[in-house]
T-cell receptor, first 112, second 114 residues
Framework: GQQLNQSPQSMFIQEGEDVSMNCTSS?????WLWYKQDPGEGPVLLIA?????ELTSNGRLTAQFGITRKDSFLNISASIPSDVGIYFC????????????FGTGTRLQVTL | DVKVTQSSRYLVKRTGEKVFLECVQD?????MFWYRQDPGLGLRLIYF???????EKGDIPEGYSVSREKKERFSLILESASTNQTSMYLC?????????????FGPGTRLTVL
C-alpha cells in the first residue's frame, strides 16, 4: 500500500518556538487530515482539510491543503510542553472509499 | 462524546495462540478499521468493514482475519500468533457522509507475542 512522505521524522524544540511539518505524495488527494497521538493513546483528529488551497486553524495549529493536492502542511505556533507527541498526516485518494493513507509520523519533543 | 473502546490496553500471548482483539464504537458508525502501528512505518491498514458481516482486506491482511457480527463491534483475530505480530493495534470508525473520512480511534492494544 502507498504511504505518505512525512518530514521531519522527529524534532526537538524549545518551548515557545514555532513548528512546521509536512507531508508529500506522488498521488492526488481529495482530503487531508492531521492527527496527534499522545504516548500510549490512539490518534486524535486535529484538523481536516477538504479543498485545495484551504487553510484551517485550530487554536495554535494551522494546516494547509496544498494547491497541487499532493501535499499538506501543519504549523504549531508558540509550542508548549503538552504539544509533545507524534503527529500524523493522513490523506484520502479519490475513489478509495474512506481508506486513509497515513504518513510515518513526526515525533515532537518540547524542552523547557 | 465519540467513543471507540478496545478490550485490552496490553496483551501478552505465546507463539501459536489464537488471539482476539475486540473493538466497540458507540457512534452508530458504518465503517470500522483495524490498523497496526510500528515504529517508522506509521499506521498500516489490516482490514476494514463497511457494514455488518462485510469485510475487505487492507494493505497487510496476511495472518489476520476479522469478524463483524454487529454494527458496533469489529473483532481482529490472529489465528496463530507469531512474534512478528508484536505491535500496537488500533481500531477506528467513521461514518459515510460529509465527514466520512474523519476516523475516530480507540486507545490501542499493545500486543506482545513471545
Amino acid at each position: 500500500g502507498q504511504q505518505l512522505n512525512q518530514s521531519p521524522q522527529s524534532m526537538f524544540i524549545q518551548e515557545g518556538e514555532d513548528v512546521s511539518m509536512n507531508c508529500t505524495s506522488s498521488s492526488i488527494f481529495n482530503t487531508w487530515l492531521w492527527y496527534k497521538q499522545d504516548p500510549g493513546e490512539g490518534p486524535v483528529l486535529l484538523i481536516a482539510l477538504y479543498k485545495a488551497g484551504e487553510l484551517t486553524s485550530n487554536g495554535r495549529l494551522t494546516a494547509q491543503f496544498g494547491i497541487t493536492r499532493k501535499d499538506s502542511f501543519l504549523n504549531i505556533s508558540a509550542s508548549i510542553p503538552s504539544d509533545v507527541g507524534i503527529y500524523f498526516c493522513a490523506g484520502l485518494i479519490a475513489g478509495t472509499a474512506s481508506k486513509l493513507t497515513f504518513g510515518t509520523g513526526t515525533r515532537l519533543q518540547v524542552t523547557l | 462524546d465519540v467513543k471507540v473502546t478496545q478490550s485490552s490496553r496490553y496483551l501478552v500471548k505465546r507463539t501459536g495462540e489464537k488471539v482476539f482483539l475486540e473493538c466497540v464504537q458507540d457512534m452508530d458508525h458504518e465503517n470500522m478499521f483495524w490498523y497496526r502501528q510500528d515504529p517508522g512505518l506509521g499506521l498500516r491498514l489490516i482490514y476494514f468493514s463497511y457494514d455488518v458481516k462485510m469485510k475487505e482486506k487492507g494493505d497487510i491482511p496476511e495472518g489476520y482475519s476479522v469478524s463483524r457480527e454487529k454494527k458496533e463491534r469489529f473483532s481482529l483475530i490472529l489465528e496463530s500468533a507469531s512474534t512478528n505480530q508484536t505491535s500496537m493495534y488500533l481500531c477506528a470508525s467513521s461514518s459515510p457522509g460529509l465527514a466520512d473520512n474523519e476516523q475516530f480511534f480507540g486507545p490501542g492494544t499493545r500486543l506482545t507475542v513471545l
